[in-house]
């Protein structure tokens, strides 16, 4: 009897499948269209001269993000930068022949030396003698808080003290007091897998959180506290289970701000769809998918695996499955009106 239960359920999902899973694909890109990593409509025709060897339309840009102080989409453009400058960066030595003391072309520089340090295995020696890197391009700079995040990520691969640490993040909050990127590395650096704990992760992204304005991305900070207490794979609490619930709800209230297919806030919905797949929040998952349009990122699929793209299409179509396996067979018919309607 229950092998027959058994079965029968099975056959009753795969059903469901069959029927609703084709009609869920609206909303949702062709596997085909969804781009990595996607550089938005201004770093795009940078990185292409900087492919040929040419620095200028880098350089211009990063000007212009310093000059009229748009610091997070700054601090984006500078990790993309320096991340397409570990396989190609003779456009960058250039760049620094030509102008050895430009502001933007030492800040890329330091990311650079620092993206390759943490990938060596001796990080915190290798670190350590980025320290006046980083000093420079926070000089060169002094209003910019890029340098300054920076100078946090390099605090935590130095395994800098807590009042250190909290020395740089003043400097930081000084020069932007809601700068998300610079939230992040603080809540990386009190996270349990570094120098702090769940709940001290947790605190922090919360308060921070609740002093950003709407729309502001430091409201997702909260979904990123859920993200690393969930890959920690231990069994939450009731009360950590309830926090991740209202990180995940935040998150998607900070995600109903931006129109579809944004590719500013992809990044913080690849984030919350990964977070609604591990609770099993299947509907709200696909709505996210449907929001994230063609803009996969790396983060978070790369935390779980070296294929991030196949990993995200993976996941998307396993969301779409399992609500479409929670759809009734057929329509629900409507009860008759009458005395006991």
């Known amino acids: 009897m229950v092998r027959t239960m058994s079965l029968l359920r099975a056959a009753m999902r795969t059903a469901r499948m069959i029927r609703h899973t084709p009609r869920l694909s609206d909303g949702l890109v062709p596997d ?44 984006r453009y500078v990790l993309r930068l320096a991340a397409f400058a570990r396989n ?32 060596s295995p001796a990080r915190a020696e290798r670190l350590r003698e980025l320290g006046p890197l980083i000093d420079a391009a926070a000089l060169a700079a002094p209003g910019d808080p890029v340098p300054w995040r920076l100078a946090l990520d390099h605090a935590r691969g130095t395994h800098a003290s807590h009042s250190a640490f909290e020395t740089l993040w003043e400097q930081a909050l000084r020069r932007s007091p809601h700068h998300y990127g610079c939230h992040v590395a603080a809540l990386k650096y009190l996270s349990a897998q570094w120098y702090g704990s769940h709940r ?31 890959m920690t794979g231990q069994v939450a ?21 931006y129109a579809p297919g944004d590719p500013w806030p992809a990044e913080v919905r690849n984030l919350l769809a990964h977070v609604l797949v591990a609770r099993g929040r299947w509907a709200d998952a696909l709505e996210q998918f449907r929001r994230i349009g063609p803009y996969a990122t790396s983060f978070p ?41």
Not at 65 to 74: G, L, V
Not at 94 to 113: G, H, S, T
Not at 240 to 257: K, P
């Open 237 to 257: 609490t009731s009360v950590q289970a309830d926090r991740v619930e209202a990180a995940a709800d935040l998150a998607i209230e900070l995600s109903a701000d």
């Open 200 to 230: 001290e992760c947790f605190a922090f992204a919360e308060d921070a959180a609740l002093d950003a304005l709407p729309g502001s991305l430091v409201r997702a900070l909260p979904v990123r506290a859920a993200f690393a207490q969930l």
């Open 88 to 119: 190609r960066d003779a456009w960058l030595a250039d760049w620094l022949r030509a102008a050895p003391r430009d502001a933007d072309a030492l800040l890329v520089k330091a990311q650079l030396a620092v993206d390759r340090a943490w990938e």
């Open 32 to 75: 085909d269209a969804v781009l990595l990593d996607a550089p938005d409509a201004r770093l795009g025709p940078a990185l292409v001269a900087a492919a040929d060897g040419a620095f200028g339309q880098v350089a211009a840009l990063l000007a212009t993000t310093r000059n009229s102080a748009e610091w997070e989409t700054r601090d």
């Open 301 to 341: 699929w790369t935390a779980v695996t070296e294929d991030p793209l196949g990993q995200f299409l993976r996941v998307r179509d396993a969301v779409r499955i399992e609500v479409a396996c929670g759809m009734p067979l057929r329509g629900v018919r409507r009860r008759p009106a009458g005395h006991y309607a």
